[in-house]
């Protein structure tokens, strides 16, 4: 394609989204403190690099798949930052879920030197990640996004334009707000009937034809064994952890601090996802709050 891509971070979404981009035909060079997330793209084609300025330096494209705010920051304003090190021509695309106000903080120090970025934060778990149907949420200008638009089309099936610089971090956290509360309902309604002796497969396929239905019922159930090839059926391993999730909710929280919002429902999901993760579950996927439930009836 001629189209050299960086990809930075390859965790359990970046580096499924990493194999894709290859299978896509993008020339790709990767880097990661992980040596083995590296050696697995390697695996498939990709080029590593030994540090991330010399990953980026004949990159048309970057795309960054970081844990949170700090590191983007670091990665990309940081002493040893990469801006410096950009080609005028390349195109960053930032998939991390951070704060808004972080994302319009790079993105203006992009847009200094004349480089162009967006933010395109992620939602599908690693499911969507694996089978390249994610939906990308993106902020910044329209002309970026359609520039950005084939490149994320190679890891995703749904891509959003929210708005400007920011827009795409915003609407990533209400989404992730949401989902953190319907997931805390699911586990509620699951353990009590199971609590009283029925079987969480019936109940769930009750719940899916009924008014309960939603998507945590679908396709993340929380129950182990209830569904194949979801977190909940392998010792809660994989996925979005507790940690990440814990972290956007806080985000949320920062979030309607700021413009004013009641989200009395989104202050109580965050305050249940932290006594999860400060009982030494944040390794675990995030469907893993089914055992907060569980220990409550203890």
């Not at 970057?62 to 090190?85: D, E, Y």
């Not at 902020?139 to 929210?162: R, T, V, Y």
Request: aromatic share 6%.
């Amino acid at each position: 394609m001629g189209i050299k891509v960086t990809f930075i971070g390859l965790g359990n979404m970046g580096g499924p989204m990493a194999h894709n981009l290859i299978k896509n035909g993008y020339e790709l060079t990767v880097y990661d403190l992980n040596k083995q997330a590296v050696e697995e793209a390697v695996a498939v084609g990709a080029q590593a690099a030994d540090n991330a300025v010399e990953a980026v330096k004949e990159a048309n494209v970057v795309i960054s798949m970081l844990p949170n705010g700090a590191i983007v920051k670091s990665l990309f304003l940081g002493k040893n930052g990469l801006i410096p090190h950009l080609r005028k021509d390349v195109l960053v695309i930032d998939s991390s879920t951070i704060a808004a106000a972080d994302a319009r903080d790079v993105a203006q120090a992009c847009r200094q030197q004349d480089i162009a970025m967006i933010d395109a934060p992620v939602s599908g778990g690693t499911a969507a990640a694996i089978a390249g149907t994610l939906t990308f949420i993106c902020g910044g200008s329209a002309a970026d996004f359609e520039q950005a638009k084939p490149i994320l089309s190679a890891m995703g099936k749904n891509i959003f334009h929210a708005g400007e610089n920011g827009a795409g971090q915003v609407a990533k956290i209400c989404n992730n707000m949401l989902l953190a509360v319907h997931m805390i309902g699911t586990a509620e309604a699951l353990n009590m009937g199971t609590s009283q002796g029925l079987d969480p497969t019936v109940l769930s396929e009750i719940m899916k034809a009924s008014s309960g239905n939603n998507w945590s019922l679908q396709l993340y159930n929380p129950y182990p064994d209830v569904m194949e090839s979801v977190p909940s059926s392998n010792g809660y391993q994989g996925g979005f952890m507790v940690n990440l999730m814990s972290k956007d909710l806080g985000l949320s929280q920062e979030l309607a601090s700021q413009s004013k919002s009641s989200t009395p429902m989104g202050s109580l999901a965050t305050q249940l996802y932290q006594i999860h993760q400060n009982s030494g579950y944040g390794e675990l996927d995030f469907s893993s709050i089914l055992k907060l439930m569980q220990k409550s009836d203890d």
